[in-house]
């Protein structure tokens, strides 16, 4: 069974650029979380979604945004690429919600964004 | 607020020997928590978890975890350490409605030959 996957392994960006992150989650998942990881701020909590809706944001500026495909797949959008936004972002598949409260965040390999 | 402390950043053990990594959490209520390692250049994968039960949990490669509530700690142990467990490993936290981890700030091990 293939896991996580994430597209593109490294994305070159200057600054002012938009940056879109791709994720495609565990067959039978329903539920995409974005982490991101950067030098100095350690693994932070972006974005969830599930069934194709938000459902929960961490404590990121509107330019991070992103959307929930009908086939579950997901994209991460950065807008007016900042230097700071320079860092690993990681994206986590589950099966949904209504399974159980919670169940095991299963990770890609992550997309390295360097911002210029 | 839920956080994550890891006290250690860095820690160095040679092969073979014993480890504990600490871990300890702040949540008002039953926390669950997890370890997670990070080999350069790849993903997290998942070593343990606790959500309830018995405290002493066991996990993938030989580690194990200890959930202790007094102490507000989930420090993970392995009894010999092998040179392929050197990686970052992460101390997490998830409050349960909005499913987000919460993570520490990593220990980097590394393994002495």
């Known amino acids: 069974e293939a896991g996580v996957t994430q597209s593109p392994t490294h994305l070159i960006k200057t600054r002012g650029q938009q940056a879109t992150l791709r994720c495609s989650p565990i067959?039978?998942?329903?539920?995409v979380y974005w982490y991101q990881q950067a030098l100095g701020l350690g693994l932070q909590f972006l974005l969830w979604y599930d069934e194709g809706e938000e459902r929960n944001r961490g404590n990121f500026p509107p330019r991070f945004s992103g959307r929930q495909f009908p086939n579950y797949s997901s994209e991460l959008n950065v807008n007016a690429l900042e230097l700071e936004d320079s860092a690993l972002y990681l994206c986590?598949?589950?099966?949904?919600?209504?399974?159980?409260?919670?169940?095991?965040?299963?990770f890609g390999p992550g997309t390295r964004l360097t911002v210029l | 607020a839920q956080s994550v402390t890891q006290p250690d950043i860095h820690i160095t053990v040679s092969e073979g020997a014993s480890l504990e990594l600490r871990c300890n959490y702040s949540?008002?209520?039953?926390?669950?928590l997890f370890w997670y390692v990070q080999s350069p250049g790849q993903g997290l994968q998942l070593l343990l978890k606790y959500f309830s039960g018995d405290t002493l949990v066991q996990g993938i490669k030989g580690f194990e975890a200890e959930f202790k509530r007094s102490q507000s700690s989930f420090n993970l142990r392995k009894p010999s350490v092998h040179w392929s467990d050197a990686a970052e490993y992460f101390c997490?936290?998830?409050?349960?409605?909005?499913?987000?981890?919460?993570f520490g700030s990593g220990t980097q091990l590394t393994v002495l030959p």
């Open positions: 986590a598949s589950s099966s949904g919600p209504r399974e159980r409260w919670y169940n095991e965040q299963f």
């Open positions: 067959s039978g998942h329903t539920s």
């Open positions: 949540y008002g209520a039953t926390p669950y």
């Open positions: 997490a936290v998830v409050r349960g409605s909005a499913r987000q981890l919460t």
